[in-house]
């Protein structure tokens, strides 16, 4: 079965350096998620979108932003990349009214981002 | 204070023993309680999932809820070596699409 597919898998990026990770969900899910694990932290919520609206925001910076597309693949754009930046970013998808009870949540094996 | 508490370990244990991993949160309106399991280098993978308080079984794994003490737990009977990964608790007062508020995750190794 197909699952949510993230790139690039590494990235590793100078600081100031701005960066675009992607997100593409599973096949008929709207929503996107993404999430932030720093090294042996747990994954903080970001943003997350439905039919192409911003539906929730979390923690994200300022000089982060996002959006998703017509056909539901999201992107995730920081700019004035710092050291504390370097984490692992997850994307989640799901299908509407799924939710996490419905098994609907799944996450993609992330982007490894490293700023140096 | 973080909303969800979950001690880190890491937790080394024989193959065949019980393992019990816990979650105390903050939060009173979390309804939807979730265990998944993260390997490394990949992405969280959905265990276990309970609605408010009780346990719910599924083959060796047991995960219990009970919302008067703000505490959940998973249980992993006869443990083997391919549990070793990261357990993170997770959890949200929606069953909609809603972000989940995540725990700190605890490191298993299970040893042969």
């Known amino acids: 079965a197909a699952g949510v597919i993230q790139s690039p898998r590494h990235l590793i990026k100078e600081k100031r350096e701005t960066a675009t990770l992607k997100c593409y969900p599973i096949?008929?899910?709207?929503?996107v998620y993404w999430y932030q694990q720093g090294p042996g932290q747990d994954p903080q919520f970001l943003i997350s979108?439905?039919?192409?609206?911003?539906?929730d925001k979390g923690s994200i910076p300022d000089r982060f932003s996002a959006q998703q597309f017509s056909d539901y693949h999201s992107e995730l754009n920081m700019s004035s990349l710092e050291l504390g930046d370097s984490a692992l970013y997850f994307c989640?998808?799901?299908?509407?009214?799924?939710?996490?009870?419905?098994?609907?949540?799944?996450f993609g094996s992330g982007t490894r981002l490293t700023v140096v | 204070q973080k909303e969800v508490e979950q001690d880190p370990g890491p937790l080394s244990v024989p193959e065949g023993a019980i393992v019990s991993l816990n979650c105390t949160y903050s939060?009173?309106?979390?309804?939807?309680f979730m265990w998944y399991r993260q390997y490394s280098r990949k992405g969280p993978e959905l265990l276990m999932y309970t609605y408010s308080s009780g346990n719910k079984e599924d083959g060796r794994f047991t995960a219990q809820v009970d919302k008067s003490s703000k505490y959940i737990s998973l249980f992993i009977r006869d443990s083997q070596p391919s549990d070793s990964a990261t357990y993170l608790c997770a959890m949200t007062s929606n069953s909609g699409n809603t972000p989940l508020v995540f725990g700190k995750g605890t490191r298993l190794s299970v040893i042969a």
């Open positions: 979108f439905y039919e192409k609206m911003q539906s």
């Open positions: 989640a998808s799901s299908a509407s009214g799924a939710g996490p009870l419905n098994y609907g949540y799944t």
């Open positions: 096949p008929r899910h709207d929503t």
């Open positions: 939060n009173s309106a979390f309804q939807y």
